[in-house]
């Protein structure tokens, strides 16, 4: 897998003058979340209802903070997530915001075969369009877990974008065997998962929540620095505790203290960069 960019990017230009670019992402596993991990989850009350407060509680305060900021982002909601959450989509879309792709049943493409895949795509996007979401060009993998199957059917879907892969810290162009994806990369330490997530099988890490503030602070610096875009993941059942929130606030008030930011959902981003690419040539 060829991870070089096609042009140099270093003096890219973002829209209306600005001089860095930044985005906020969040994968609304909800139930979907669990149930994809296994069928033994579906008789699992309690963590089916930790998935399901992502829905109900974390992301009206999310919508709230956006709105506060008039900042658009980016939601990847899983199609049973669409499906056992009617109104969601909808919201979303209402507010401004793009709404991408996340499987159907939030299936790690890695775990399962070539036909499982293609249902995780097809369930998906019907499912999304049922909701209102009829023009989703955005991609993100389970568990940012990106395989040749999935990976050619984006391309013969006609993807956009994908967010799964690791290989710049800027977009780039993803290829496998001689095809080629747009790509806006993520990163674990942009997450807030490997910092927050917890349950009583696997553990997990209950963080001082100060801590990703330091950290993507000193991401977004970098970024200032080299003139480029960032993004950040989160999971509404996750940042959407309060006193989690409250420090995604922090990082984004400090951000919004600039006039130089471009927010921009990643389409958005998708839709500048393509060209400098030499994607849509």
Same mark, same amino acid.
């Given at each position: ?204 890490? #209950? +963080?001082?929540? &100060? $801590?990703?503030?330091?950290? *993507?602070? /000193?991401?977004? !610096?970098?970024?200032? @620095?080299?003139? =480029? ?22 990082? #984004? +008030?400090?951000? &919004? $203290?600039?006039?130089?930011? *471009?927010? /921009?959902?990643? !389409?958005?981003?998708? @839709?500048?960069? =393509? ?7």
């Amino acid at each position: 897998m060829s991870t070089a960019p096609t042009t140099d990017v270093s003096d890219w230009a973002w829209p209306h003058g600005k001089d860095v670019a930044v985005s906020l992402t969040f994968d609304v596993d909800a139930e979907a979340g669990w149930l994809g991990e296994g069928e033994e989850y579906a008789r699992r009350l309690t963590i089916l209802s930790e998935g399901r407060y992502g829905v109900v509680r974390g992301v009206p305060r999310i919508l709230d903070l956006l709105d506060r900021y008039a900042i658009p982002a980016t939601f990847f909601v899983p199609g049973y997530t669409a499906e056992t959450h009617p109104d969601l989509v909808r919201r979303l879309l209402d507010g401004g915001h793009e709404v991408a792709h996340h499987g159907y049943l939030h299936l790690r493409s890695d775990h399962v075969d070539a036909a499982a895949q293609t249902e995780e795509i097809d369930r998906g996007l019907e499912a999304l369009a049922k909701a209102g979401a009829d023009d989703v060009t955005g991609y993100r993998s389970t568990s940012w877990e990106l395989t040749p199957e999935t990976f050619d059917l984006l391309v013969d879907r006609g993807f956009g974008y994908d967010s799964s892969c690791m290989g710049d810290d800027r977009p780039y162009v993803e290829s496998w065997d001689g095809r080629e994806i747009l790509e806006i990369p993520v990163h674990w330490s942009l997450d807030d998962w490997p910092r927050y997530g917890w349950n009583i099988d696997g553990g997990g890490n #209950v +963080a001082d929540p &100060a $801590e990703m503030r330091r950290s *993507w602070l /000193a991401e977004f !610096d970098s970024a200032v @620095a080299e003139h =480029r875009h960032t993004s950040f993941t989160m999971h509404p059942e996750v940042i959407g505790r309060p006193y989690r929130l409250a420090e995604l606030e922090a990082v #984004v +008030a400090r951000i &919004a $203290e600039r006039d130089d930011v *471009w927010w /921009a959902r990643l !389409d958005e981003v998708a @839709a500048h960069t =393509r060209p400098l690419l030499g994607l849509d040539r």
